[in-house]
C-alpha cells in the first residue's frame, strides 16, 4: 500500500487538543518508516451539531466511507449520534479496549495485561426506547449471531496473545436467563472450537469486585455491550486512568480508532490532557492497518510507537497528570522525538 487514507474526526473539548498531538505521532512514523498518510478531516460531534443542525453529517460519513481507517477524538453529548451511529453503520462488531500497565504511571500492579473484547451493535445500546405513560421500556437485543461473532473474535485474540491464553466470558444469566443465557450459552459453545484456550465464566457483579481485588488474574473478557462498556472504564482506573485506555471498533472489513474516554470540556483548551489514549489509539490502527493490508511497516511503526511512550514515560516527559511538567502537544513532541531518534 502506497498511501493510506485516513479519516479523522478532532471531536470536542479536549478532542482536538489530542488530535494534534496524535498527528505529531503519526508523522513521524511517516518520515521513520517511509509510510504516506492522507488525512481526510470529517466534521462530528457537539460542536458540528451547534454548527450544522447535525452530530453526524453526510459527508462526514462519505469521507469515513472512502478511507481504509477512521481515528476518531472524544466526542461530547452527541456521542450516541456520532460512534454508536458509526458502529451500526459500518457494524464495527468488535470493541477492542486494552488495559496495561505501563512504567511510571499510577497503575496499581505492574503485572495488569487484558484486554475487553466487546460486542458492539447490541444491547440496550440500540437505543429501543419507550415511554408508556408513566412507564419507560427498554429492549434488550442478543442475538445467537452476534454472540458467535464476539466469542469468536475473543477466543482468536486469546489464541495471538502471549501469557495466560484465557478467554472470560461476563454475563448475568443468573438473573436475565434468556438474553445473558443465549450470550453465556453460545460463548460455551464456542469454547469447545478452542481447546487449547482456557474459558470460565463470571457474573459480571463478581467480575466487577475481581478487577479490583485480582486484575493481575485476566486476559480477555468477552461480554456484551453495557457490561463491556461500564467494566472496561472500571479497569482503565487501575493502570492510570481512561487516559491511559485506547479502544478499536473493528468489523470485517473496517475499523475505528479512538479512546475510550469523553470529551473533557472542563480541561478544553489547558493542553493538561493525557495524549496517550489517543496515541495509543493510532498505534492499535496501524496494527490493523498492518495486519489487514500485509504492510509490516506499520507492523513495525506500532511496535515503534509504543516503545518510545515507554521510553517517554520513564524520562518524565509528561503531563502533569503522570508526573512531569510537559503540555499535552509538548507531550507528543517528546515522544515524536524518541521515535525518530531510536534506531531499529
Not at 498531538?21 to 488525512?39: C, P, S, V, Y
Request: proline fraction near 4%; charge should be neutral.
Amino acid at each position: 500500500m502506497n498511501e493510506y487514507k485516513i479519516s479523522l474526526i478532532p471531536g470536542d473539548g479536549i478532542g482536538p487538543e489530542l488530535t494534534e498531538a496524535t498527528l505529531k505521532i503519526l508523522d513521524a512514523t511517516q518520515h521513520k518508516f517511509g509510510l504516506k498518510f492522507n488525512i481526510l478531516y470529517a466534521e462530528a460531534g457537539d460542536t458540528c451539531l451547534e454548527k450544522r443542525g447535525i452530530a453526524l453529517p453526510e459527508d462526514s460519513v462519505q469521507k469515513i466511507r472512502e478511507s481504509h481507517a477512521c481515528l476518531k477524538g472524544p466526542v461530547g453529548e452527541s456521542a450516541a449520534d456520532v460512534i454508536v451511529k458509526l458502529r451500526l453503520m459500518f457494524d464495527l462488531y468488535a470493541n477492542l479496549r486494552p488495559i496495561k500497565t505501563y512504567p511510571a504511571t499510577t497503575a496499581a500492579r505492574p503485572d495488569i495485561d487484558m484486554i475487553f473484547v466487546r460486542e458492539n451493535t447490541e444491547d440496550v445500546y440500540k437505543g429501543l426506547e419507550h415511554s408508556l405513560g408513566d412507564t419507560t421500556i427498554c429492549i434488550r437485543v442478543i442475538s445467537r449471531r452476534a454472540c458467535e461473532r464476539i466469542a469468536k473474535k475473543a477466543f482468536e485474540i486469546a489464541r495471538l496473545r502471549n501469557g495466560k491464553k484465557k478467554v472470560t466470558a461476563i454475563h448475568k444469566a443468573n438473573v436475565m436467563r434468556i438474553t445473558d443465557g443465549l450470550f453465556a450459552s453460545v460463548c460455551r459453545e464456542v469454547s469447545k472450537q478452542y481447546p487449547d484456550i482456557v474459558f470460565n465464566e463470571l457474573y459480571v457483579d463478581a467480575a466487577s469486585m475481581r478487577l479490583i481485588k485480582e486484575p493481575q488474574d485476566f486476559d480477555v473478557l468477552c461480554t456484551c455491550n453495557m457490561f463491556g462498556d461500564i467494566l472496561s472504564d472500571e479497569a482503565a482506573q487501575l493502570v492510570g486512568g481512561l487516559g491511559m485506555a485506547p479502544g478499536a471498533n473493528i468489523g470485517d472489513n473496517f475499523a475505528l480508532f479512538e479512546p475510550i474516554h469523553g470529551s473533557a470540556p472542563n480541561r478544553a483548551g489547558k493542553q493538561t490532557a493525557n495524549p496517550l489514549s489517543m496515541i495509543l489509539a493510532a498505534k492499535m490502527m496501524l496494527n490493523w492497518l498492518g495486519e489487514r493490508y500485509s504492510d509490516e511497516k506499520c507492523t513495525k511503526a506500532a511496535a515503534a510507537v509504543e516503545n518510545a511512550v515507554v521510553q517517554t514515560l520513564l524520562s518524565r516527559n509528561t503531563v502533569p497528570d503522570l508526573g512531569g511538567n510537559k503540555t499535552t502537544l509538548g507531550m507528543a513532541e517528546a515522544i515524536a522525538t524518541v521515535l525518530a531518534e531510536n534506531t531499529g
